[in-house]
């Protein structure tokens, strides 16, 4: 089983400030990787699969990017929408998994 | 637009059963394979179940292997997970997930539904 890890555990940054989250894999994941954002009391919505393609309707101000074991997920300006927590998950192999999340909060 | 919608959850005994359904509309759902993800309360994302477009395929967690059992009825549109033999460490919040094509992220998801296995 493939073991993502995601740090850091929580995040505080201010609002128009940029956050930087990372997600790391215990084997290669080639680029099968995504993102998704979580609010409290809602599903999980994907950000970003293939790394670093956005999905439908995603703000140009979310940007993936890595490959292999290190993957980064980075909000230029966060807006009040985006304080939230968010997972990455490879599907490269099964079973699929899930990294234990970053929360993002208000500084 | 597309649409998952869950039901089939409540209180259960440990050792009892359940089964969760998940209607869908808005898109094909017979050229999808389709997930179930479950979150304990308080924690992280969990894959539990996939089952191929067709239902030819499946494939489960460890953790639920020989106990739950996911299906689909092509002609309904509908998702199914039958729960088997529950542990408490099964109580969660269940969604069912389509799959974003022949890759195996979740492009879309349920509202999720409760299930409470105590005694």
């Known amino acids: 089983e493939i073991m993502m890890t995601q740090s850091p555990v929580t995040l505080s940054v201010s609002p128009g400030e940029r956050a930087t989250l990372s997600c790391r894999a215990s084997?290669?994941?080639?680029?099968?990787l995504a993102w998704y954002q979580q609010k409290p009391g809602q599903a999980p919505r994907l950000l970003m699969y293939g790394a670093s393609t956005r999905a439908t309707g995603i703000p140009a101000r979310f940007s993936g990017s890595g490959s292999g074991t290190e993957f980064t997920l980075t909000i230029s300006s966060l807006q009040s929408e985006d304080f939230a927590v968010y997972y990455c998950q490879q599907y490269n192999n099964w079973p699929l998994t899930f990294g234990g999340g970053t929360k993002v909060e208000i500084k | 637009q597309v649409q998952l919608a869950e039901s089939g959850g409540g209180v259960v005994q440990p050792g009892g059963s359940l089964r969760l359904s998940c209607a869908t509309s808005?898109?094909?759902?017979?050229?999808?394979?389709m997930h179930w993800v479950r979150q304990a309360p308080g924690k992280g994302l969990e894959w539990v179940a996939f089952i191929r477009y067709d239902g030819s395929n499946k494939f489960y967690a460890d953790s639920v292997q020989g106990r739950f059992t996911i299906s689909r009825d092509n002609s309904k549109n509908t998702l199914y997970l039958q729960m088997n033999s529950l542990r408490t460490g099964d109580t969660a919040v269940y969604y069912c997930?389509?799959?974003?094509?022949?890759?195996?992220?979740?492009?879309?998801w349920g509202q999720g539904i409760l299930v409470t296995v105590s005694s």
């Open positions: 808005g898109f094909t759902f017979s050229n999808y394979g």
């Open positions: 084997q290669s994941v080639s680029i099968n």
């Open positions: 997930a389509k799959t974003g094509g022949i890759l195996h992220y979740f492009d879309y």
